[in-house]
């Protein structure tokens, strides 16, 4: 099946963007969100009639802490040469 063509629609966020806060077995600490990028209408449901939406999106990871046994020393400088 040949992917549609999207028609580009304006948005905007309504309402606070939530970070979700990871805890790890290791005991690391991570915050996650997503943010959406772009919203597209590829067409609507044959049976519905809905409207069809494509959302793009990218992920932001942000390290909150992480156990000092798992900080390793990086490689000198000298490694890339």
Do not use: C
């Not at 939530?18 to 067409?43: E, N």
């Amino acid at each position: 099946m040949k992917p549609q063509r999207g028609e580009l629609v304006e948005f905007e966020v309504e309402g606070e963007e939530h970070w979700i806060k990871l805890k790890l077995k290791d005991g690391s600490v991570l915050k996650f969100k997503t943010i959406v990028t772009a919203v597209f209408r590829v067409g609507n449901d044959p049976n519905t009639g809905l409207p069809i939406y494509m959302v793009q999106s990218t992920n932001v990871i942000r390290i909150v802490s992480v156990p000092k046994e798992l900080i390793k020393k990086p490689p000198s400088s000298e490694t890339y040469r």
